[in-house]
């Protein structure tokens, strides 16, 4: 059944030890290499599995979670992909050839950990349809499409400083989300106007004085303590122009002289909270790095849309499961990955000579075949 396959190539993303593509699964499964280029045309609700599996990992949190978003770029040789195009790498820092994927993930303050929702592969055309849709809009069509569901987890979404942009905050917030994310360092800011009313006619006054973040007003702020992290945190509401509404806001001076700013578009939001959803986005970026590293994120060959979703989407829920079992073990994922494949070895030479192992005799002997390589030189 298609359950079986998904499980069983959710298993050999973890013991394959290089490329982990159809061939190679097709050379180490139990299955044809055709059978898995089948089932990866199917379609599985990997939204849904993935936020069972974030739930049993957050289960020792206290449930201060939030959605969060980033784009990340796949490298692709060839033409005839769909949807292969040139795109930002944030790692090259420069734009590229190959694919995109917008990674939906969900993190979890007080365990300062992301677990991956979904990937979708981003669908953009270029041309004609550039012009009525930007980049920003597709991202949030994406949100859209999925916000039921997430909205179960929170209603709280963080993202980089790319998406700080208006037209993309204005659509999010009409979905219900309240957005997290920072500003660029010369950002219009003002201060909340706290005069009295003239009772003159017209709109009541909005903003009072500009803010120079080099020279803050102390009386407007509160100084946050933020323990272990250094540097000075100022919180306050403040009238952020380019977003047209009143933000919470932190101003983060590093010890270096530059500043940073934090905001949230929940007005009520406490300074010390955006400061730690901001931080703990972070860990996405980590969540991409070991999919590419370990578990064959960039790997599959295909030039079908369906086989490249179900291959993202495949890659971040066995790093889900990896997690859970490294939390378990007490190990890291590449020590993990080690230790399967070495297992996997084992057994697979077991099975061709059909013998059984005498364990109580052979154990010590087997652990060290086990955790062989798994150790960094």
């Not at 499980?7 to 993303?13: D, R, S, T």
């Not at 916000?147 to 993202?159: E, N, W």
Request: positive net charge; aromatic residues 10%.
């Amino acid at each position: 059944s298609i359950q079986t396959n998904v499980m069983e190539m959710l298993f050999l993303l973890m013991v394959i030890p290089r490329k982990c593509n159809f061939t190679q699964m097709g050379r180490y499964g139990k299955r044809g290499e055709q059978c898995y280029r089948q089932t990866a045309e199917r379609s599985v609700n990997w939204l849904e599995m993935n936020m069972w599996l974030s739930a049993f990992a957050f289960k020792q949190g206290k449930g201060r979670n939030a959605i969060v978003i980033d784009p990340s770029f796949i490298k692709k040789a060839g033409k005839h992909t769909p949807y292969v195009g040139t795109f930002w790498s944030g790692c090259a820092g420069a734009v590229k050839h190959g694919l995109e994927i917008l990674g939906i993930g969900v993190i979890d303050m007080d365990l300062h950990e992301c677990m991956m929702l979904k990937a979708v592969q981003t669908t953009l055309e270029k041309g004609e349809k550039k012009k009525e849709m930007s980049l920003y809009d597709w991202y949030a069509k994406v949100l859209e499409d999925d916000k039921v569901t997430l909205q179960r987890i929170c209603k709280v979404l963080v993202a980089d400083s790319a998406f700080s942009k208006r037209p993309f905050i204005d659509k999010v917030m009409k979905m219900g989300f309240h957005v997290v994310s920072r500003l660029r360092h010369d950002a219009a800011l003002f201060y909340i106007w706290d005069g009295e009313p003239t009772g003159k006619p017209g709109r009541p006054r909005v903003k009072g004085d500009k803010i120079d973040v080099r020279n803050i007003d102390i009386s407007k702020v509160n100084e946050l303590d933020l323990g272990e992290t250094s540097g000075k945190a100022y919180a306050l509401k403040a009238w952020c122009k380019s977003l047209h509404r009143v933000v919470s806001l932190v101003i983060h001076e590093l010890p270096n002289g530059a500043r940073r700013l934090y905001f949230s578009t929940d007005e009520s939001m406490d300074g010390r909270d955006v400061v730690e959803y901001y931080a703990t986005r972070f860990q996405e970026e980590f969540c991409f790095r070991d999919a590419k590293q370990f578990l064959g994120l960039t790997d599959c060959q295909a030039r079908d849309k369906r086989k490249l979703e179900f291959a993202f989407n495949s890659s971040f829920t066995a790093l889900n499961v990896a997690k859970i079992m490294c939390k378990e073990h007490e190990t890291s994922i590449g020590r993990l990955k080690a230790q399967m494949i070495n297992a996997y070895y084992a057994q697979r030479i077991i099975d061709v000579f059909e013998k059984n192992p005498n364990t109580p005799l052979n154990k010590e002997r087997i652990n060290d075949i086990f955790s062989f390589d798994a150790d960094a030189a």
